[in-house]
């Protein structure tokens, strides 16, 4: 992995059209700028097993299901 | 941000949410739907089509201490004046046994009662899972 050391104000450019820029250092906290063509995907590393987790949410949701889930949720809860 | 009433409840059900949830940007309409007998539940059904329709329930309900931070961006996306606008529920994750279930708390479906927009946000707080176990206890399966 390469490591840069960076300044608040200072940017690093990947290949010649990404150029990320430190913005704000807190304690725990960075705030990055990215500029970036359009067609360059940024994602923040979680949003990707929250798509995977909503994919697999959505995928075992039937009628069948719901009612099965109501009569569960019903005993379980009430 | 305020919790879910049984008022909103039944206004909810009657109106058409504009949202963004990850992975299905491309589908834009939704219906909100309680479950029977004010379960904490509610259904969250693409407008015209069967798929997606996901669960999603009031992590309040089960997490009285669960404290999303909502930034003033999130409710700015969401058009909202204040934050007392808003109110948040979860995606659950339903397996084939029930018990099992487990909810996403990392990145919870935000909703703004006034102008029915939502969105799926992220939070910060490193604390909370995508997987939380629902039910810790051990219920039998009935179904």
Known sequence: ?78 | MRKISVMDREMLSKNIFQSRIWGFEDIKEYILSPFEQDLPFYSFQAVGREHPCFILCDPFFFLPEYKPELSDEMQKELGADSKEELFCLSVVTVPDIFKNMTVNLKSPVVFNRHNYQSRQFVLDNPEYSVRHKLFGGCEEEIC
């Open chain 1, 1 to 78: 992995m390469l490591i840069l050391s960076r300044k608040t104000g200072e940017s690093f450019l990947i290949g010649n059209d990404i150029e990320i820029t430190v913005l704000d250092i807190q304690s725990d906290k960075i705030r990055i700028g990215i500029d970036a063509p359009s067609d360059v995907l940024v994602l923040r590393k979680e949003v990707k097993e929250i798509k995977e987790e909503n994919r697999i949410a959505s995928c075992t949701v039937t009628k069948e299901k719901l009612k099965c889930l109501n009569n569960y949720l019903n005993q379980s809860i009430n």
